[in-house]
């Protein structure tokens, strides 16, 4: 029986042979990916919000299936039946998808480093500083990987041809001139991508680190290799070249910590009783859970010939709370001023006095 099998396989057409090989191939490729898939659901599945095995199985999912079929119809070249003057031809085209298939696999495994870093490094906490310092590290090292992997793909598919290969060993000769004059043409550029290296590593800005720059005050949305994205309060986006962080000077409200000194300014009549106002100031930040206890202080830091400034000083856990914070203290001071202490708003004074008639001076007030 089995002889017969065989001798009926050896008399096949070339063309039928091939088609199922070439489906033989595909299928022993997806039977593999399909165990690796159970294999590892069994042994590493985990409940919760982030699995290792969603994340593999995700991203290798697809190129697995391309490169393991790749795989099997390598092996089985020997027994493709190919005329001689096409077996080159196949043999490259075969060679030359692994290589790619395998490349995707590698900008996939990148992936899964990064949702694995994502996971362990949370910048949704309260504290996130270290978060926000790997990720931003990981977001260059990660585009700078992803792009090495595409280069030396590219190279590795050219290699395959030989009349590529003479074509590059004569362009050598010109390397050297042609990196100086590309050089000279692409400072700039250069510039950036130098200074990306150095803002991944010194780290003067991180992802979601609050910057005030160019007048605007926003959160670092996008770090890449040649510019920076800072999402700003109302929506907008500003994009500025990367350089700018090297060469011009900015606010980073979060560099060393998230927390946050926050201030709100009154200005009032020297009439005003400063310790019911400072009773008060303590039970507002006492009620308010945007306060995180560390710093309250009311002084007056000003005074001139009208009115005396007086500073709330209040502290709070990032900025945005910071923010929210100062807004909640300075409209409820407000209204208890207004309710309680009317006559101690800023007002201008006027003193008429009248040598004739020997009488006291008045005195006229003025609302400012």
């Known amino acids: 029986m089995i002889d017969k099998l065989l001798n009926a396989l050896d008399h096949l057409p070339d063309y039928l042979w091939n088609l199922m090989l070439i489906a033989g191939a595909i299928l022993v490729g997806l039977i593999i990916k399909w165990l690796l898939a159970i294999t590892i659901k069994f042994l590493y599945a985990k409940k919760g919000e982030y699995s290792l095995t969603r994340s593999i199985i995700k991203h290798l999912g697809k190129p697995v299936n391309y490169f393991l079929p790749l795989l099997a119809l390598n092996l089985a070249e020997p027994l493709i039946r190919i005329k001689p003057k096409y077996f080159p031809a196949y043999d490259k085209f075969v060679d030359i998808s692994l290589i790619i298939a395998f490349a995707a696999i590698l900008v996939s495994i990148t992936n899964v480093v990064q949702d694995y870093i994502y996971h362990v490094y949370d910048s949704s ?11 931003t590290q990981l977001q260059f090292v990660r585009r700078l990987v992803i792009t090495t992997i595409i280069i030396l793909t590219v190279c590795a598919v050219l290699l395959n041809f030989d009349h590529l290969r003479k074509i590059g060993a004569t362009l050598l000769t010109g390397v050297g001139v042609g990196g100086i004059i590309i ?52 929506q907008r986006r500003l994009i500025v070249p990367i350089n700018y962080f090297i060469e011009k000077p900015f606010q980073n409200w979060t560099r060393s910590t998230s927390e946050l000194l926050g201030t709100v300014f009154l200005y009032m009549d020297y009439t005003i009783p400063l310790e019911p106002l400072r009773a008060e100031f303590y039970r507002l930040l006492d009620g308010a859970p945007l306060w995180d206890k560390r710093v309250r202080v009311l002084q007056i830091t000003n005074a001139s010939e009208k009115t005396m400034e007086i500073r709330f000083l209040m502290s709070a856990h990032n900025s945005s709370q910071a923010f929210d914070l100062r807004c909640y203290i300075r409209e409820n001071l407000i209204v208890y001023i207004q309710q309680n202490y009317p006559g101690s708003l800023p007002q201008n004074r006027v003193t008429l006095d009248n040598p004739f008639t020997g009488q006291v001076p008045a005195v006229v007030t003025e609302r400012s």
Not at 125 to 135: D, P, S, T, V
Not at 196 to 224: H, K, M, N
């Open 125 to 135: 906490a309260e504290n996130n500083l270290r978060a926000r310092k790997i990720r």
């Open 183 to 234: 050089g000279f043409a692409a400072q700039k550029s250069l510039g950036n991508f130098l200074a990306g290296f150095q803002i991944a590593f010194t780290q003067p800005i991180r992802i979601d680190d609050v910057l005030v720059l160019e007048g605007e005050w926003g959160r670092v949305e996008e770090i890449s290799l040649t510019y920076v994205v800072v999402n700003i309060w109302d």
